[in-house]
Structures are given as C-alpha cells and as structure tokens.
C-alpha cells in the first residue's frame, strides 16, 4: 500500500521532526474544519442548488463517512503503513473537497462531500497514530496539548473562515481553500515524516467493517429521522433500531474472532481504555450538543451575527483551549491524570447549570462570559481521555486505538445532537423557523414570542448536556492512576490513591 518508510527516530524522541508533525496536525486541522466551515455557507448553497429538504444532508454524510471509515483507515496504517495510508487519506479527502466545489446540482454535492468525508476518517485517525509511535509518552503529552487548540479554533474558525469565504469570493471557495492547504500538508509529511518500515501480512476485517457501518449508518439516521421525519415509535425508527442493535451485537464475537480485528477487543481488557472510550462518547456528545444549539440563542435571541454569534463562543473557545494545555502540560511532567477527568465531568455539569437563566434579557456580554467554564470542563475530559487512549494501547495498535476514540467521539456528537434536538425542539412553543434577520423584522411582541421560544428550547438543552456531564463524572471515578509507558514508577505516583485496593492497585500498568 505504500513504499518502505524510513528508518525509525532514536527511542527517547530526539529524532523526530517537529516540521514533520506540523504537517501531520494539518491534516487534522483539515478534517476538523471542514467539519464547521460549511456551515455560514449552507444558505448560499441553497440558494444556488436548490434542494432544501437535503440541506441537512450536505453535513451529515460527510460526518457518517467520516465515523466509518474511522476504524477502517486506522487498521489499514496499523497494516500497511501508517505514513502511506495517511497520505492516501489526504489524497482522497482533497479529491472530495475539488469534486464538492464543482458541484452542479444538491445531490451532486452530498455525495462528493461523502468523498470528502472517507477520506477525512483518516486524517484524524492516520495523523494521532504515527505521532503516537514518533513521540515518547512525556513529550508526547506535551503534544497531545497542542493538537488540543486545533479543535476549538476549528470549531469557531471554521464558520468565521466560511462566511468571509462565502461573503467576498464564492460558496465553492469553502472546499477549494483545502486545496492549497492540504498540499503543503502532503509535501510536508512526504519529506520529513520518517517511521521505521512496517511490513504486515494480514486481511482486513471486512465482514467486521460491514457490520460496524451498519450500526452506525442505522444510529446516524435513527438520530436524524427520530422524532423529526418519522415518530419515535413508527416502523421506520423502530427498524432502525433493531438494526443497529443486531448490527453492533453481531460486531462484537466476530472481532473476538478475527484475524486482525478493526477495534481489537485486547484493547478493553485495560479498564482505563474502556472507560477513556466511554467518557469521549460522553464528552463529544456535550461539545457538538452545545456547539449547535448556542449560535441559535446567540444569533436568534441576542441579535448577533453569525460571525458575531462565532465570537460570542470565544470565551468557551479559550476555556476549552486553556484546560487543553493546561492537562497536556501537567501530565508530561507528572505522568499523573486520574483527576483530570473526574474534574472535567464535574466543570461540565456545572458549566452547563450556569446557563440555566440565560433567556431574554440577558445581556449579551454575560451570555458569551457564562460559556467559559463548561468550555474548561469539555477542555480536561477531551485531553485527558485522548491521553489515556493514546498511551493506554500497545504501539501496534496504536493506529486502532486513536481510530476508536475518535469514533466514539463522533458517535457521541451526533446522537448528542440528535437528541438533544429532540429535547430543543420539544420545548419550542412559537414561529420559530424564521431566520435570524427574519426575527429582527418582526413586531416587538412576535420578536419577544420567538426569542422566549428559543431560549426555552436552550434550556432543556443545558439541562440535558448537565445530565450527560454527571454521568461522564460518574464513570470517570473509575478511572485508576497507572504509570506512563517508558517511565519508571516512584514512591510518589505508587502511594497515591487511585481507587483501588489489594490485587487491582499491584497490576501492570498499561499506560
């Protein structure tokens, strides 16, 4: 699949180049991006293509490809090479992002943005993986911080990025703008990202790989149709449901069984892995919940702009942005993070019960203030299960385990979406379906009407997102301290609480 790699950096570190890895976190950069950067465009688009009743599609099939082909794109480097399957990846994602930009007509371009989004599964996946294998575990700590930053500035850059794009050049220019982009990307791991030359004959999972698109295919459109197209107990959904449901039981013997299995199931036996992928299910989940239903309430109900409802989020932005840092900083140079988590699901809750009197009369500046510290709880959980996950696996499937936490994530943000949608539209009582400028035409007490609405629609989505956070805390006290993989144990780290007793605190570390 790919030409022999280079020779392997020394043990410690010291051999990897940094240029190398900037290359590798622009690809990441890519596939975050264009995940928020359409967004500002989507009324232009409709505009040009028609369509409007498949407008939602323009989104979700790139994230469903994306979700699949996760694990796919992961086991394939773990097989192959991780440097060649993640140039491959950015070579299809850049074909899908020119195919999308030419785009003729909707269906056209739901279809090349499903392109895009096969090869997006891999940026993440493919660039996580071999900085993974680069980098020992304290440096890579260090890192993992840095590729923190990429996520909430994707987040909010990404619709600032779309509408200037869309305002003073073209819609087609939100996809061509990767172009440029990811070809210094591919340049740049090409020439300076050296591995040690992997040569691994085995089969992929196929029969794993159907499965595993099955239950997620079935999940996605169980979120998307559920209570919107179709009711929850209609044919339609409950087939769906039991779908998923055979499909995702089935998954599991069949990679007990396999060969060389897409999510190696030796990954579970290590708790701490279990439970990362747990809290990144959770966590993602609040992230994109609360990341679609805000700009609502900052653009409907306090007037902004789009651009200006992007950075009203700045301060949730920096939140998350600084416990990022923060949590990477900290563990390269304790190897301690048991707490982080458990602090993190903790910040979330109560990050989101702050915004409870967020409604009509709130004034904007404290509005965009109270996002900060739910942004700073998200920041800690993300980290630190992306840490865990990363150093909680073998070398070898490093690649599988970077690809299942990035999947849980996903899977986690769009059934957040989905049913807290259901829970935001539930609590709607009014002609909500307006347009933002639509809303500041109307007469005072229809405006009113709305913007009541819409806040109410808010606040069962900040109720459902403290849920969803006090469950992450829950589950994150069964996280156990255990030592990084290449450190040497000291009195410090083996006499600190971690939550177990006898046979359980003397077992090997995994991390």
């Known amino acids: 699949m790919s030409a022999p790699e280079e020779a392997a950096p020394a043990e410690d570190g010291s051999a990897y180049d940094r240029l190398g890895v900037f290359g590798l976190l622009l690809g990441m950069f890519l596939a975050m991006l264009d995940g928020t950067i359409v967004g500002t465009a989507l009324p232009t688009i409709v505009g040009d293509l028609g369509g409007v009743k498949e407008l939602s599609w323009v989104v979700t099939s790139y994230l469903l490809a994306a979700a699949v082909t996760t694990p796919l794109w992961g086991k394939l480097g773990d097989l192959a090479g991780r440097k060649g399957a993640f140039m491959a990846s950015i070579g299809v994602f850049l074909a899908g992002s020119a195919l999308s930009g030419m785009s003729g007509s909707m269906a056209e371009l739901i279809a090349f943005r499903a392109v895009q989004g096969l090869g997006a599964g891999g940026l993440m996946v493919g660039a996580m993986a071999i900085i993974g294998e680069l980098v020992p575990p304290r440096e890579g700590a260090r890192l993992q911080s840095m590729i923190g930053v990429i996520v909430p500035v994707a987040f909010v850059?990404?619709?600032?990025?779309?509408?200037?794009?869309?305002?003073?050049?073209?819609?087609?220019?939100?996809?061509?703008?990767?172009?440029?982009?990811?070809?210094?990307?591919?340049?740049?791991?090409?020439?300076?990202?050296?591995?040690?030359?992997?040569?691994?004959?085995?089969?992929?999972?196929?029969?794993?790989?159907?499965?595993?698109?099955?239950?997620?295919?079935?999940?996605?459109?169980?979120?998307?149709?559920?209570?919107?197209?179709?009711?929850?107990?209609?044919?339609?959904?409950i087939g769906l449901a039991v779908a998923a449901a055979?499909?995702?039981?089935?998954?599991?013997?069949?990679?007990?069984?396999?060969?060389?299995?897409?999510?190696?199931?030796?990954?579970?036996a290590s708790r701490n892995f279990a439970l990362a992928q747990v809290l990144s299910f959770l966590a993602g989940a609040v992230m994109l919940g609360l990341m679609t239903y805000l700009p609502q309430y900052m653009q409907v109900v306090r007037g902004a702009s789009p651009a200006g409802g992007g950075m009203l989020l700045l301060p949730l932005m920096f939140g998350m942005l600084t416990a990022q840092l923060g949590t990477g900083r900290i563990v390269g140079k304790t190897g301690r993070y048991r707490w982080f988590p458990v602090l993190g699901g903790a910040l979330a809750a109560a990050g989101s019960l702050v915004m409870l009197p967020l409604g009509t009369h709130t004034p904007t500046p404290v509005a965009s203030a109270l996002t900060a510290l739910v942004g700073v709880g998200i920041g800690l959980l993300?980290?630190?299960?992306?840490?865990?996950?990363?150093?909680?696996?073998?070398?070898?499937?490093?690649?599988?385990?970077?690809?299942?936490?990035?999947?849980?994530?996903?899977?986690?943000?769009?059934?957040?979406?989905?049913?807290?949608?259901?829970?935001y539209a539930s609590r709607l009582d009014?002609?909500?379906?307006?347009?933002?400028?639509?809303?500041?035409?109307?007469?005072?007490?229809?405006?009113?009407?709305?913007?009541?609405?819409?806040?109410?629609?808010?606040?069962?989505?900040?109720?459902?997102?403290?849920?969803?956070a006090l469950l992450a805390f829950a589950v994150a006290w069964l996280v156990r301290q255990e030592t990084l993989r290449g450190d040497t144990p000291d009195a410090g780290t083996e006499g600190e609480d971690n939550g177990t007793e006898g046979e359980d605190a003397a077992e090997p570390a995994h991390l």
């Open 157 to 237: 850059g990404g619709p600032l990025l779309g509408g200037l794009l869309t305002d003073h050049l073209d819609w087609r220019w939100t996809f061509y703008v990767n172009l440029p982009v990811g070809g210094i990307a591919l340049l740049v791991v090409a020439t300076r990202v050296r591995l040690a030359a992997r040569r691994v004959r085995a089969r992929i999972d196929l029969t794993g790989a159907a499965l595993l698109t099955g239950g997620i295919v079935a999940l996605t459109l169980l979120g998307s149709w559920g209570g919107v197209r179709y009711g929850w107990t209609s044919p339609q959904i």
């Open 246 to 268: 055979v499909a995702l039981a089935l998954f599991v013997p069949v990679e007990r069984r396999a060969a060389e299995p897409i999510v190696p199931p030796r990954l579970f």
């Open 382 to 423: 993300t980290q630190s299960t992306m840490l865990i996950t990363m150093y909680g696996a073998d070398p070898r499937d490093m690649g599988a385990a970077s690809g299942t936490v990035n999947l849980m994530r996903t899977l986690g943000g769009s059934l957040g979406v989905a049913l807290l949608g259901a829970i």
């Open 430 to 468: 009014g002609p909500v379906n307006l347009t933002p400028a639509q809303v500041n035409a109307l007469p005072e007490a229809a405006r009113d009407t709305v913007r009541d609405a819409v806040s109410s629609g808010l606040h069962g989505v900040v109720i459902g997102s403290a849920v969803v």
